[in-house]
């Protein structure tokens, strides 16, 4: 029994955009593997900037109050260390490419090379 007896079809064409993660290409999985990865890192950058730009305000609204002012300060200092960790990741990743593959993109956007 496949998945289309139980489900059916929908009769929507696959978009193009899937053609390059299909087959038995074993980089197709490699190279989703690397846009989760990317997908991650950037999104938790924007994550770390809108919560930087949010704890600010909460600290320029905090009136001279100590607990706000220490609540904001936490948060600001969390989202600058989170900033540090993902642009330290991509910068060990192009390191480490640098060091073993001589290129360093190789772990950043890698290419898969065969028959």
């Not at 997908?39 to 919560?51: E, K, Q, T």
């Amino acid at each position: 029994m496949e998945l289309t007896d139980f489900f059916g079809t929908s009769g929507a064409e696959k978009p193009s955009i899937l053609d390059k993660y299909t087959g038995n290409d074993p980089g197709a999985l490699i190279l989703f593997a690397n846009n989760i990865m990317k997908v991650m890192i950037y999104g938790s950058m924007i994550i770390a900037v809108v919560n930087l730009l949010v704890s600010g305000i909460q600290f320029m609204s905090s009136s001279g109050n100590p607990e706000y002012i220490k609540t904001a300060s936490g948060r600001i200092w969390i989202s600058l260390l989170g900033l540090v960790v993902a642009g330290a990741s991509l910068v060990i990743a192009g390191i480490l490419g640098l060091i073993f593959f001589g290129d360093a993109t190789a772990i950043i956007s890698p290419a898969i090379y065969g028959p």
